[in-house]
């Protein structure tokens, strides 16, 4: 049977290629759309492409890897720009930040958490161990409430503590608490730390305290960061979930002597 000129031109690589890109061409951005084609030509595809298939499935299983892989690189860059582009916001500490260690520290670490978070608990003191050992290490707390409701209720907490220097008296209080924290709690818990309860509960209201919170969030995202703890270092180095004592020191003392 005599093929038509786009088959005969057409190489199977290609061919798959052109018809991965209906299904991975949001992962990359670089697929060829197929409304290129007429619809004889999709069809001569689609044959090609799925005889292929038949003969070795092994093709679909590695353009699955490789979409995944420029998925990866993909998020790698984005978070490399951002990295650049939000440096003076991950170098300092905003008003509705709260932070630990020496203030002029030269290796500073972010940590974005969520307050109900069980690995956020867990490196939390790993964290204060590691800014009382090594003054030359700073710690920036970012909330990002990813864990629902009531993970709003207790970041709007901590971040409106902020206005009476208490973020993270109320921040440890708050994640060290047994109890259900409600704003019954929250106002109790305010008091024992010596902070007005009353003027917490009504700074929480506060748009701006919202405002951090999203932006804190859309960072996150914007950062390739899908979950809680995850540690910026020296705004370079991205490090997802939770780590011991022992990894954060070397990872500082390498950074540092990269530097």
């Given at each position: 049977m005599t093929k038509s000129l786009?088959?005969?031109?057409?190489?199977?690589?290609l061919a798959f290629t052109l018809l991965a890109g209906v299904f991975f061409m949001p992962l990359s951005g670089h697929a060829q759309s197929t409304d290129q084609f007429t619809p004889q030509q999709r069809k001569e595809i689609v044959s090609i492409v799925r005889d292929a298939l038949k003969n070795d499935p092994t093709i679909l299983e590695d353009a699955v890897i490789a979409a995944q892989k420029a998925r990866t690189q993909q998020k790698a860059e984005s978070a490399t720009k951002t990295l650049a582009d939000k440096k003076n916001v991950l170098n300092n500490v905003l008003p509705t930040d709260g932070f630990i260690g020496n203030p002029d520290a030269k290796n500073?670490?972010?940590?974005?958490?969520?307050?109900?978070?069980?690995?956020?608990?867990?490196?939390?003191?790993e964290l204060i161990q590691l800014v009382k050992d090594d003054k030359n290490v700073k710690v920036i707390f970012k909330i990002v409430p990813i864990l629902g409701e009531n993970s709003v209720l207790q970041a709007k907490a901590i971040t409106a503590a902020a206005r009476q220097n208490g973020y993270v008296v109320m921040m440890k209080a708050i994640m060290d608490s047994k109890e259900e924290i409600t704003e019954d709690t929250i106002k109790t818990i305010a008091n024992q730390q010596k902070l007005d309860g009353d003027r917490l509960i009504q700074d929480m209201k506060a748009a701006s305290i919202t405002?951090?919170?999203?932006?804190?969030?859309?960072?996150?995202?914007?950062?390739?960061?899908?979950?809680?703890?995850?540690?910026?270092?020296?705004?370079?180095?991205?490090?997802?979930?939770?780590?011991?004592?022992?990894?954060?020191?070397?990872?500082?003392?390498?950074?540092?002597?990269?530097?």
């Open positions: 786009f088959q005969r031109n057409l190489h199977l690589p500073v670490i972010v940590e974005f958490f969520d307050p109900r978070c069980p690995y956020c608990k867990k490196v939390l003191p405002q951090a919170l999203e932006d804190n969030v859309k960072l996150l995202r914007d950062l390739g960061i899908d979950g809680t703890p995850a540690l910026v270092i020296n705004v370079s180095k991205i490090i997802p979930g939770a780590v011991s004592y022992d990894t954060l020191k070397t990872i500082i003392q390498n950074k540092a002597s990269d530097k």
